[in-house]
């Protein structure tokens, strides 16, 4: 049955398999169906600034550790609405990190050599001096590898350079929005096959488990209902029933759609003690690593996003973006 916005959620429950990770049992919790049409409860008292009209917003004078279970479900809502949002002035221990990260889902074990000692939902972010690559030089989608890709990444940033050392994101409802009806009919249903361990950047494999599968092209986000472009060219392998040449030029015209859009893309300038939480159904992001030979330090949790589905029947964000930025099921509920 095709999951959507008013699906009743089983809370999930995970076991470990035979092949070294998890597989989830019913469908993972799905924060932000309950949300407020207008967000009230969580912008009440905020300081909003948008940071472009349809992509990124930082809020100000919110303390996430002192949100209340209304206004969680009301900011998974609008980070899915919104793409990405900012804290400042934030002041998270790890302990503080993990808790507030479960509020928004299951936690997502990242199955990454950087986070062999620590829990295995918290990964480490950082480069300095003696780094040979920073992690996310590359537009991609945290973890897209997984059968069970994240929903919300949480990533506190405790240093940060002088200058430089920005994060790029990449509205996907926009990326969608903007191919031609021919191309959009074309890619509707397919699937593409994705798998950690097989591509490189600048010449560093990617490390950690090595697992494949598929996933649609056009996939339908579970909160909002709007179509999104879901193609990562790190891990993505070929396009289900094309040839690897006929995959590899639609795969890198998708990904040069998303690169060489600015008009859906913003620039995260990071502060120390920022925290930065976005839905990586929704968006793509890439590091940028202008800043050797300064460090750069932060670390990040995810939590999961369940599988990802395609709904003929989803919606466009253009079609229902307007004064009330909330989508349908959302303006349905205020009514």
């Not at 959620?9 to 309950?34: F, H, M």
């Not at 507030?100 to 986070?115: I, K, V």
């Not at 040839?243 to 859906?264: C, D, T, W, Y």
């Amino acid at each position: 049955m095709t999951p959507s916005a008013t699906s009743i959620i089983v809370q999930s429950t995970v076991l470990e398999l035979a092949a070294g990770y998890k597989e989830l049992v019913g469908e993972p919790r799905i924060v932000g169906l309950n949300a407020h049409p207008k967000f009230s409860r969580l912008l009440g008292k905020a300081k909003r600034k948008d940071l472009s009209p349809n992509l990124g917003t930082e809020l100000r004078d919110v303390q996430l550790k002192d949100l209340t279970n209304d206004q969680v479900e009301d900011l998974a809502a609008f980070v899915s609405i919104r793409g990405v949002v900012v804290f400042r002035d934030q002041q998270l221990s790890v302990e503080d990190h993990l808790a507030f990260a479960q509020r928004l889902g299951d936690l997502q074990e990242t199955n990454h050599p950087c986070s062999k000692g620590l829990h295995p939902a918290l990964l480490p972010i950082a480069a300095d001096k003696d780094s040979k690559f920073a992690p996310g030089e590359a537009w991609h989608s945290d973890m897209c590898e997984e059968p069970y890709p994240p929903g919300y990444s949480i990533l506190y940033m405790e240093k940060v350079p002088a200058s430089g050392g920005d994060t790029l994101y990449a509205n996907m409802y926009a990326a969608y929005d903007k191919l031609s009806p021919p191309m959009k009919k074309f890619l509707e249903g397919k699937t593409a096959v994705t798998r950690r361990g097989t591509r490189k950047y600048r010449g560093n494999l990617e490390q950690g488990r090595n697992t494949a599968c598929s996933h649609p092209v056009i996939r339908t986000h579970p909160v909002t209902g709007w179509q999104m472009l879901f193609t990562n060219e790190p891990c993505a392998v070929h396009l289900d029933g094309h040839s690897p040449l006929e995959s590899e030029h639609i795969l890198r015209m998708l990904a040069q759609h998303i690169e060489k859009s600015p008009e859906f893309q913003i620039r995260l300038h990071w502060e120390a003690h920022s925290v930065a939480i976005w839905d990586n159904r929704a968006v793509q992001h890439q590091a940028i690593w202008d800043y050797w030979p300064a460090e750069r330090k932060g670390r990040r949790v995810a939590v999961i996003g369940g599988k990802p589905y395609y709904d003929p029947n989803g919606k466009s964000q253009a079609e229902e973006w307007g004064e009330n930025e909330a989508p349908r099921f959302l303006r349905h509920a205020e009514e």
